[in-house]
């Protein structure tokens, strides 16, 4: 299984950016999906999750600025984000709770390799 995500980029403040995350492989279910977020020096946080049933769950510092969705049938998660502040640069990483054949019993949780947004101000 892997997550792939896309999206990132450069952007100046007060911009959008919509980040995609697709997991392919043999996959039986994916359970929660969500975006985390690490900048330079600090701890990897979470930013958005969205459960299965399409329950979400924001820090309380994009609320109101990001929006989590999902796409079930083509599993994958997106990140719409609004109103983008300097302080929102950092490396954004998919996260994905997913049953496979190697983790039928309990879902494992699997990481995407990261991408880049970058908001100047």
């Known amino acids: 299984v892997q997550l792939v995500e896309s999206g990132g980029g450069l952007v100046q403040a007060g911009g959008s950016l919509r980040l995609s995350c697709a997991a392919s492989?043999?996959?039986?279910?994916?359970?929660?999906m969500g975006w985390y977020r690490q900048a330079p020096g600090n701890q990897r946080e979470l930013v958005a999750q969205?459960?299965?049933?399409?329950?979400?769950n924001y820090a309380d510092s994009v609320k109101g600025r990001f929006t989590i969705s999902r796409d079930n049938a083509k599993n994958t998660v997106y990140l719409q984000m609004n109103s983008l502040k300097p302080e929102d640069t950092a490396v954004y990483y998919c996260?994905?709770?997913?049953?496979?054949?190697?983790?039928?019993?309990?879902?494992?949780?699997?990481w995407g390799q990261g991408t880049q947004v970058t908001v100047s101000s």
């Open positions: 492989g043999s996959i039986f279910r994916i359970n929660a």
């Open positions: 969205i459960t299965g049933g399409g329950i979400t």
């Open positions: 996260n994905a709770d997913i049953q496979d054949p190697d983790h039928w019993r309990q879902p494992y949780n699997y």
